[in-house]
């Protein structure tokens, strides 16, 4: 039995060599390239003034993406857009406008990825004055209804400020949540004190 074993480990050992040489020369081989170009990271299409909406169950508008150039990238299906441009519809409450230098869509448009001045609006209705939310960064989920960042946040509403580190938005439920580092502040509306003239004089 051991001399058996003995005879053949010599074989053994040249089949183990002969196929860690082949792993080896499939790793450090360059991986051939598709005539298709998929593995290249070009663009398959350009779309100039780009506009597509999100329709509910009952036919009134959900959303809507616009953007001034939209460039799609087949080897990831990412969609990088120039001046992008999402609003939220509400037609009992006023709609939210969300506006950045920049975006990548992925997953099909399940997450946008806003870059550059971003600035969220709620416009001012019903004795709400508008909000603005700025910052550098804003991961959303037009689905979900859902914002969020963990970049430095600006909010301006009427004469209340706010800031902080990370932000989550719901447009649902219209609640923000300032994550970290919060500061804020308010000032009364200035209001006109009109001169009474006193008796006999003019």
Do not use: C
């Not at 039995?1 to 080896?24: G, Q």
């Not at 070009?42 to 036919?59: H, L, Q, R």
């Not at 439920?173 to 006193?198: D, F, G, H, M, W």
């Amino acid at each position: 039995m051991n001399d058996k074993l003995v005879t053949w480990s010599p074989l053994i050992l040249l089949a183990l060599l002969a196929t860690l040489s082949f792993w080896l020369d499939r790793k450090v081989q360059p991986q051939p390239h598709a005539p298709d170009g998929s593995t290249r990271h070009d663009p398959d299409f350009i779309v100039e003034t780009f506009s597509a909406v999100k329709m509910n169950p009952d036919g009134t508008r959900r959303y809507a993406l616009a953007a001034k150039r939209m460039v799609h990238y087949p080897d990831d299906n990412s969609t990088h857009l120039e001046l992008p441009r999402l609003v939220y519809f509400d037609y009992l409450r006023a709609p939210v406008t969300i506006r950045s230098e920049t975006a990548e869509s992925v997953q099909g448009g399940d997450d946008v990825f806003f870059r550059d001045d971003v600035q969220i609006i709620r416009s001012a209705y019903a004795g709400n004055a508008e909000l603005g939310v700025f910052t550098s960064f804003l991961h959303v989920i037009p689905d979900r209804d859902l914002a969020k960042t963990d970049k430095p946040v600006r909010m301006v509403e009427g004469d209340s400020t706010a800031s902080s580190v990370g932000l989550e938005f719901n447009n649902i439920s219209r609640e923000i949540k300032l994550l970290s580092e919060v500061k804020a502040s308010y000032e009364p509306a200035k209001r006109s004190v009109q001169k009474t003239p006193l008796p006999g004089r003019r």
